[in-house]
């Protein structure tokens, strides 16, 4: 697989911008399938990409081919998926449509539901799990910052597809494990729903130790599940998955020490989930906390902690006025 085989990112929205953007910086051929709106941004600014570092890269329109219709897909050779969920059927219905079949597809999606589906929807296409730990925030003028640290995961294949994704300021992995790095990544992104519930930024939600207490009983909750399940969750830090609630419930003074040095953090850094309830969008509460709820019920291990959290979220979405901004003694 050479830096020559074109990549289609279907659905740009701000992972999908950072992602392609970096791509297309490093001279990769990359399309953008996105919404007109977003194509429409991009040919006025072109992509500003930042970081809670010194990383700083301007992508001119003419360096990146943007398209809305899902003809763009018909020579992709990498086809990046970074939809929600919900929206991944449709994407596969696109793919199956108007790609080749030698492509190969990752999914580069929040939970495990998503690649399952394209599984499911893409027979006979080689589709591979993804995972990216960082945070990326849109701001005005096409910017897109990331605001968390972490390297992407994606699962071992045919091909050095990772050395195709890599770029210098954003490091691509592969694993045979991605299921266990999945898993990881999930107990982390349960947190996703708590730092929308409580509208605090993801730092002042760390330095929180009563929202951290929080966290880490909804951790143990979800890993006493997994354990029923036989599922060993590989974490994308330098803890064990089991480690984590015990580090988050030290004192703040020596849980900030120990956080420190395993996971930088953008001071205004807040969760995809804290975006999607203030813009009054759909939530991907079901593929995260409504995962561990299903697989409790499948064993009859209780979820108290998740169900609560989703329910909130619920409300929150139907309620359709933003972030709740509640306090940890609501859970």
Known sequence: ?????????????????????????????VTLLARPRMIEQ???????????????????????????????????????VTVKTADTPDIAVMIATYAPRNAVVVSLQNGLEAVNILRKMLPGFDVRAGMVPFNIVRQPDSTFHRATSGNIV????????????????????????????????????????????????????LLSRSWRRVMAAQMVEALTVLRAHGIRPLSNTPLPSRMIPWVLRLPTPLFSRIASKMLTI?????????????????TEIDALQGTIIGLGKSVSVPT???????????????????VPSLSPSDI
């Not at 697989?1 to 051929?29: D, E």
């Not at 990881?184 to 509208?199: C, E, P, Q, V, W």
């Not at 902690?305 to 933003?322: P, W």
């Open 304 to 322: 108290p902690i998740c169900e609560r959290v989703s329910k909130l979220v619920k409300e929150a979405e139907k309620a359709g006025a933003g």
């Open 154 to 205: 994606i699962e071992a294949g045919p091909g050095a597809l990772a050395e195709l994704l890599a770029t210098p300021d954003m490091p691509v992995a592969e694993t045979g494990a991605i299921s266990d790095v999945q898993w990881g990544k999930l107990l982390i992104n349960l947190n996703n729903a708590l730092n929308a519930l409580s509208g605090l930024s993801l730092q002042q939600q």
């Open 1 to 29: 697989m050479t830096a020559a085989r074109s990549i289609t990112v279907a659905g740009a929205g701000a992972i999908g911008c950072f992602v392609g953007g970096m791509l297309a910086a490093q001279g990769r051929k």
């Open 266 to 282: 953008d001071p205004k850094a807040r969760t995809s989930m804290f975006y999607d309830l203030e813009n009054r969008k759909p």
């Open 42 to 80: 991009i040919n006025k600014d072109g992509l500003h990409l930042t970081d809670f570092g010194s990383l700083s890269l301007a992508v001119m329109p003419s360096q990146i081919s943007l398209t809305d219709h899902p003809a763009g897909l018909t020579e992709a050779g990498v086809i990046l």
